[in-house]
């Protein structure tokens, strides 16, 4: 049996959302088919919902801001991670 459901989105959001899982050959229904049945299989939303810690905040900062450590190859990265 099946069950009709509405769910009120964002129509941009939804159409892009539209637009790329018709690539995938997949509907938008069928989406949310495939979403439900790994809230059951995970028992909860089956991805993490957090909010960024402190540390993670401050690295994105540096992400965006290119005030990193930057390397010239992976041997000087672990160089500084033993460090």
Do not use: C, H, W
């Not at 637009?19 to 088919?33: F, H, K, V």
């Not at 005030?67 to 990265?77: I, T, V």
């Amino acid at each position: 049996m099946k069950t009709q459901t509405t769910i009120r989105v964002e129509d941009s959001t939804y159409q892009q959302a539209k637009e790329i899982l018709g690539q995938i050959g997949m509907t938008y229904s069928q989406a949310i088919s495939v979403f439900n049945s790994m809230i059951v299989l995970n028992k909860g939303i089956p991805f993490d919902l957090k909010i960024p810690s402190t540390d993670i905040e401050i690295a994105l900062d540096q992400l965006k801001n290119r005030d990193g450590k930057n390397f010239r190859n992976a041997d000087e990265l672990f160089e500084d991670l033993d460090s």
